[in-house]
């Protein structure tokens, strides 16, 4: 079984930075692929970013903005959102699956096994 827990969500202006942090607990992390994806009121969960050893993708709405990085030795993902904007507003969750997968796919919610509660980013305009 895998644990995950977000921290580092909050309330920003737009055009401020914010970093994400997802702690994992249970198995080899280093195994992991691990995702972020997001949650806004009345829409669907949707890929933000994801990341097996230094391989990352992205959602072409945060590509050049947000970077995916992970620290195996510490079993942690991060997220670090800069440039934020008023739609980037969203419950966002940590996912992990406990095997490699094609970034081709890893955009996909449905391919992971483990989840976070979910932390709440919010920026005002």
């Known amino acids: 079984q895998v644990q995950l827990v977000e921290s580092g969500g909050g309330l920003v202006q737009a055009g401020d930075s914010l970093r994400l942090s997802c702690a994992a607990s249970?198995?080899?992390?280093?195994?992991?692929?691990m995702g972020w994806f997001r949650q806004a009121p009345g829409k669907e969960r949707e890929f933000v970013a994801a990341i097996f050893w230094n391989d990352g993708n992205y959602a072409d709405s945060v590509k050049g903005r947000f970077t995916i990085s992970r620290d195996n030795a510490k079993n942690t993902v991060n997220l670090l959102m800069t440039s934020l904007k008023p739609e980037d507003t969203a419950v966002y969750y940590c996912a992990a699956i406990r095997r490699p997968l094609p970034m081709t796919i890893a955009t996909l919610p449905q391919k992971y096994d483990y989840w976070g509660q979910g932390t709440q980013v919010t920026v005002s305009s």
């Open positions: 249970g198995g080899t992390f280093s195994s992991y692929t």
